[in-house]
């Protein structure tokens, strides 16, 4: 929902996957699940999208998705493959089994972000949810993604993000490579949005450190907060 000048009251920067940091121990092979988890972390993002302002609210997971992953559903399709909340199949290989212990604390942190997200929300909200992939997964620079529902962001809004990311000089893909948004169940409607980040235009990949791309991305993401809000041209 929007207010009725078409902007929204407030934002919620959902950013689920900054964390590197997890239990090693538990995989039976090291150098593979590390290999995983430098090439899938979200690195940076809880420091690129985040904004500074008294409507813009960030929600930022602390825990790596090789714990737990913080975004999968309670019935995730990934469940297949062993990457459903828990992971128990690496991308490369790695396996790992998981005491009920670990499980129960792990459940109790997935709902923990949920809450919070669901505690920042109101109706007239955007939940934008920040990520970032590896430039081997697809070569678009951005990814915008939404769910085929109540959340799905009004057409004229989704026309000005993308004309928006444009003009900044990046390409932009639609639900592709990923697709869908997060959206907790908070009681009312809310607009759900992911922004997905080509890791290649902010950072180095192979050093994992930020590049001097980063402060364009931040720049970029920082004016279309502004225009969102209804704060005017940056």
């Not at 904004?51 to 813009?56: S, T, Y």
Request: a negative charge.
């Amino acid at each position: 929902m929007q207010n009725m000048n078409g902007y929204f009251e407030k934002i919620i920067l959902a950013i689920p996957h900054a964390t590197r940091n997890f239990d090693l121990k538990l995989w039976d092979n090291a150098a593979l699940v590390s290999k995983d988890a430098d090439h899938w972390t979200d690195w940076f993002t809880d420091e690129i999208f985040d904004w500074k302002h008294p409507r813009v609210a960030s929600v930022v997971g602390k825990v790596s998705r090789f714990d737990c992953d913080l975004e999968r559903l309670e019935t995730d399709p990934m469940e297949s493959v062993g990457r459903g909340r828990f992971y128990t199949l690496s991308h490369s290989g790695a396996r790992r089994n998981l005491s009920s212990e670990f499980i129960e604390s792990g459940l109790a942190q997935w709902k923990d972000y949920r809450k919070q997200l669901v505690d920042q929300l109101r109706p007239g909200a955007l939940l934008i949810d920040c990520h970032s992939f590896p430039s081997d997964v697809h070569p678009v620079d951005i990814c915008i993604g939404f769910n085929s529902d109540w959340s799905t962001p009004a057409k004229p809004m989704l026309a000005m993000v993308i004309d928006h990311f444009e003009q900044c000089g990046f390409s932009v893909g639609i639900n592709e490579p990923f697709s869908n948004s997060i959206t907790p169940e908070a009681g009312f409607a809310y607009t759900s949005m992911m922004i997905e980040l080509n890791k290649q235009i902010y950072m180095d990949e192979v050093s994992l450190q930020l590049s001097n791309g980063a402060l364009k991305v931040r720049r970029c993401l920082e004016a279309l907060y502004q225009k969102l809000l209804g704060l005017g041209d940056p």
